[in-house]
């Protein structure tokens, strides 16, 4: 049996403080990864911070014209909320191609983009694994790696960050609100994931103590030109293998603006702004979605069994950046064809 002790605080502040002085303290939200993590044996909080009664359930348009997301707002609530179905259909379809309805139900924004990899050896406590035992090796380089990163991997750690919502909340220039022991500060959400490098133990840039309070995303521009494509192995519950998160603004029949983040290839969402701003007032047709394909995949390695996502990642940014072109409807089913 696992012993832990128990804090329902009534203040972010109070939950920061509980977090910062135990390093064995961690927060529960939707409780549907971290409970997981804790049956496997993978993690063993000392003391769980149970954040569900503090006051972040916001899904409001602020006036700005932002979409104000509460860390503690459902995935299921977000994604069915009129506004964000609305204004923000690239984030509901991507939040509604996770999991199951039942965990939607549960799972929260926050608990959403903090979610673990869900690498074969990092829940397997036999095998080695860097992000889980710091040093212990990679058992996936050179192992079972078919769910594995093809961008961005380092010697120590080939894991992909499994959030669908995270993939569409870098393409949509999202920001992540945290509050600690330093006060509260936003994060771009480009640079909240990390890469892996050499401390692979690390999924994010937060300090100890902190506490996500909020996800803001700012209006959105794209009218139906945004998608998100996720391909795997069955049509629901299952974690991606490749997928896209596209929006686009056309003027004439060009590019006037690009975004495309990619989930399933690397520890992180991966986007590169600088080659979307390349692609500017190329014409917005299959060629040049090509040719962007290849730019964005630029430096692209297998490691065996996942050598086929180094053919099926160009070929699902053309798909998703077509349908986003057609206004292509936003259920996945809609999806498998164009
Ligand atoms: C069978 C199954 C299939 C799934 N399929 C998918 C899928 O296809 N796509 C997908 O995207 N997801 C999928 N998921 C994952 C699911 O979306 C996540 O488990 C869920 O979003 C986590 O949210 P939660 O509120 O339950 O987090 P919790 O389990 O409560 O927490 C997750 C982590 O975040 C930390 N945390 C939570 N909230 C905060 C906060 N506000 N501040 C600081 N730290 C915090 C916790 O300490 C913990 O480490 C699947 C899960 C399961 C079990």
Same mark, same amino acid.
């Given at each position: 049996?696992?012993?832990?002790a128990?804090q ?7 939950a ?13 939200a939707?409780?549907t990864n971290?409970?997981d993590?804790?049956?496997y ?9 149970? &954040?569900? *009664?503090?006051?972040?359930?916001? =899904? /409001? #348009? ?8 509460? %860390?503690?707002?459902t995935?299921a609530?977000?994604a ?6 609305a ?13 199951s ?10 608990g ?20 889980r ?8 380089l ?7 990163? &093809?961008? *961005?991997?380092?010697?120590?750690? =080939? /894991? #992909? ?8 909340? %870098? ?10 022991p330093?006060?509260k500060?936003?994060?771009?959400f ?5 890469l892996p ?12 103590g902190e506490?996500v309070?909020?996800i ?20 629901s519950?299952?974690?991606a ?6 929006a686009?603004?056309i003027?004439?029949?060009?590019i ?6 990619l989930?399933?290839?690397a ?18 047709n ?7 394909a290849?730019?964005l ?17 160009p ?24």
């Amino acid at each position: 049996m696992m012993r832990f002790a128990y804090q329902k605080p009534e203040s972010v502040a109070q939950a920061a403080a509980v977090l910062e002085a135990d390093p064995a303290a961690q927060i529960i939200a939707g409780g549907t990864n971290l409970v997981d993590l804790m049956k496997y044996d993978v993690t063993r909080p000392g003391t769980i911070i149970d &954040i569900t *009664g503090l006051d972040l359930k916001t =899904i /409001a #348009v602020d006036e700005t014209g932002a979409l104000q997301l509460g %860390a503690l707002a459902t995935n299921a609530e977000t994604a069915y909320h009129p506004e964000v179905q609305a204004g923000w259909p690239l984030l509901a379809s991507a939040i509604l191609a996770g999991a199951s309805p039942q965990l939607r139900n549960a799972a929260t924004n926050g608990g959403n983009i903090l979610q673990r990899t869900r690498c074969y050896y990092f829940y397997d406590r036999a095998e080695p694994c860097n992000k889980r035992r710091p040093g212990s090796g990679c058992g996936a380089l050179e192992g079972v790696n078919r769910m594995h990163a &093809i961008l *961005g991997e380092s010697p120590d750690c =080939i /894991a #992909v960050h499994p959030s669908d919502m995270a993939v569409a909340l %870098a393409a949509l220039d999202a920001e992540v609100s945290v509050e600690g022991p330093s006060g509260k500060r936003r994060i771009a959400f480009a640079d909240f994931h990390r890469l892996p490098g050499d401390r692979p133990e690390a999924d994010n840039t937060m300090e100890r103590g902190e506490i996500v309070t909020g996800i803001s995303v700012p209006a959105n521009p794209f009218g139906p030109h945004q998608t998100y494509l996720k391909l795997r192995d069955r049509l629901s519950y299952a974690f991606a293998l490749v997928s896209v998160a596209a929006a686009m603004r056309i003027e004439e029949g060009s590019i006037a603006q690009l975004r495309v983040a990619l989930g399933g290839v690397a520890h992180k969402p991966w986007r590169r702004k600088e080659v979307e701003a390349q692609f500017v007032g190329r014409p917005a047709n299959r060629d040049t979605f090509t040719a962007f394909a290849a730019a964005l995949l630029e430096g692209a390695t297998g490691h065996g069994q996942n050598d086929f996502k180094l053919e099926l990642a160009p070929r699902a940014i053309v798909r998703a950046l077509e349908q986003a072109c057609a206004g292509t409807p936003q259920d996945q089913a809609c999806k498998v064809v164009l």
